[in-house]
């Protein structure tokens, strides 16, 4: 289903995370924009034994908008600060909602996508104004990338969220993996030099430009693939 957006204050990122963000972000951009929520990035892809990968480790730090709605009323102990405990349950919220949108995540190796299981070691913190989600997410069996090249790809098909690798130097690491693997990164264009068409849930098209309504957003779904066009991806191959 479609990205929901409801009124009230923000919370969880996840499902409910849509439902939840209208009212704290409506004075930060008008209705009708997308995204709503800003996502700065970082992965781990993680190997195991027989040079198999395991998982992928994600950090994503929201934009301070964001951030300050979802930690009100969270200081438990009016310290004037939210401690990562504080934060346990939003972070467990958060990525139980995960699922439904296949945890904006897609991975493949030697060219066949691979299935998740659940995610485990949700963690949030604030750095500065921005707060930060960490977690594992596993492979349902570990997969032997050989030769073969991997594929990691995150980005919301709805385009509700804005995902950005992060530049800093640790954005794609590679844990465990055999000796000579390497990651290099490739970026979107940015939204406003797009001139590919826009595919909606039903096949049809529309011209992606400036403007779409709306609508045309919210009758888009977690099959849809508008939102691959932002996508940013890490490749890695290895000897």
């Not at 499902?15 to 939840?20: D, E, I, L, S």
């Not at 034994?49 to 102990?77: C, M, P």
């Not at 690798?165 to 993996?177: F, K």
């Not at 909606?200 to 309504?213: E, H, I, Q, R, Y």
Request: hydrophobic content about 40%; overall charge negative.
């Amino acid at each position: 289903m479609a990205s929901p957006i409801a009124h009230r204050r923000p919370r969880s990122f996840a499902r409910p995370w849509a439902a939840a963000l209208a009212l704290g972000l409506g004075c930060a951009a008008p209705a009708s924009a997308h995204p709503h929520v800003w996502v700065t990035s970082k992965a781990e892809i993680d190997y195991g034994e027989g040079g198999k990968v395991t998982g992928i480790r994600h950090a994503w730090t929201f934009d301070a908008s964001y951030s300050a709605s979802a930690i009100q009323g969270l200081d438990a102990n009016g310290d004037g600060t939210v401690s990562p405990d504080e934060l346990a349950g939003l972070a467990t919220d958060n990525t139980a909602g995960l699922a439904e949108f296949a945890y904006f995540t897609k991975l493949k190796i030697g060219g066949k996508e691979q299935a998740f299981a659940d995610p485990v070691e949700p963690r949030m913190r604030m750095d500065g104004d921005k707060l930060t989600l960490t977690f594992l997410l596993p492979l349902k069996a570990p997969v032997a990338q050989g030769r073969g090249v991997a594929a990691l790809e995150v980005a919301d098909p709805t385009y509700f969220v804005s995902f950005s690798l992060s530049e800093d130097a640790d954005t794609a690491r590679l844990v465990g993996s055999p000796a000579g693997c390497a990651a290099t990164i490739t970026r979107p264009k940015p939204a406003e030099a797009k001139t590919a068409d826009a595919k909606t849930a039903d096949n049809k098209t529309a011209d992606a430009k400036p403007g779409l309504s709306e609508a045309f957003f919210e009758a888009l779904t977690s099959a849809s693939n508008y939102g691959a066009q932002f996508a940013n991806r890490i490749i890695v191959a290895c000897p």
